[in-house]
């Protein structure tokens, strides 16, 4: 690691540092992970919590982003929130990116990576609190979603499939070399070309299960969610938070 990019990494650190000091969160984490942290330059921002590895872009947003992800690694198999189930697929990386996205907004970052996530997780915070995101630094996934019903955990494996589908579309844009604001309609006729694919087919089912709330999933691709209508979808879905707003850990 260059002594350039050492000093830029200390300088994310103490940004992550300042929110978890803020809400009294875990730090060990960010320490521990930051010692024997592996750097390697590349175009895009990434984290691997295996292999306590960042690739750096340069892009301190993005990087900001990535450090919260390592704050949130202390079992080395999975970051946040996120639990790896018997079937060897992970469960909660929805809502393990919006909290990472909601984080990285309180460290100075001014790119939102996950909005329609970021927003359902803004809408958990508003309403029970900021404390029962100290889950996400304990990195302790079975205790977060014990603190919630049924229908809020059905939904929370919906996100997954969202967040699944959404960067399969990134993907597809970047190979076709299109630039990723203001894309939504691009984003749906993408979708409707692969109908018969699993992106196409995992579209549809979401469409469908919103659909039958009630709740327009257009407004979702525009990225013009913010935790006022995600409440509005906790409401049809019969989640209700209000029960976890006293809660101590």
């Known amino acids: 690691m260059s002594e350039e990019i050492k000093k830029e990494i200390n300088l994310l650190k103490s940004k992550v540092l300042a929110v978890l000091d803020k809400y009294k969160f875990r730090r060990s984490n960010l320490f521990i992970n930051c010692r024997t942290l592996n750097v390697r330059e590349s175009d895009n921002s990434d984290y691997s919590c295996r292999t306590n ?10 990087c900001i982003h990535e450090m919260f ?33 909601m984080f990285a907004s309180m460290a100075g970052s001014n790119k939102v990576c996950y909005p329609f996530e970021r927003a359902c997780v803004l809408a958990i915070t508003d309403i029970s609190g900021m404390h029962i995101m100290r889950d996400y630094f304990d990195n302790n996934g079975v205790s977060f ?10 939904f929370a494996r919906e996100l997954d499939k969202y967040n699944h589908m959404m960067r399969e579309i990134d993907t597809l844009y970047r190979i076709n ?4 604001d203001k894309v939504s309609k691009r984003k749906v006729n993408l979708i409707r070309e692969n109908a018969g694919s699993q992106l196409g087919i995992t579209y549809m089912a979401l ?9 327009d999933y257009r407004q979702i691709l525009d990225d013009r969610m913010s935790e006022f209508d995600v409440l509005d979808l906790f409401k ?6 209000d029960d976890y707003k006293t809660m101590e850990l």
């Open 53 to 62: 590895s960042m690739s750096y872009n340069g892009n301190r947003d993005e």
């Open 69 to 101: 992800h390592l704050a949130s690694n202390r079992n080395r198999l999975v970051d946040g929130i996120c639990i790896r189930q018997s079937n060897g697929e992970l469960f909660g990386t929805g809502l393990n990116e919006g909290i990472t996205d």
């Open 145 to 154: 979603f014990k603190r919630f019903n049924t229908s809020f955990v059905e």
């Open 177 to 180: 070399g299109y630039k990723l």
């Open 207 to 215: 469409e469908d299960f919103l659909e039958t709330l009630g709740f």
């Open 236 to 241: 049809a879905l019969d989640i209700n938070l």
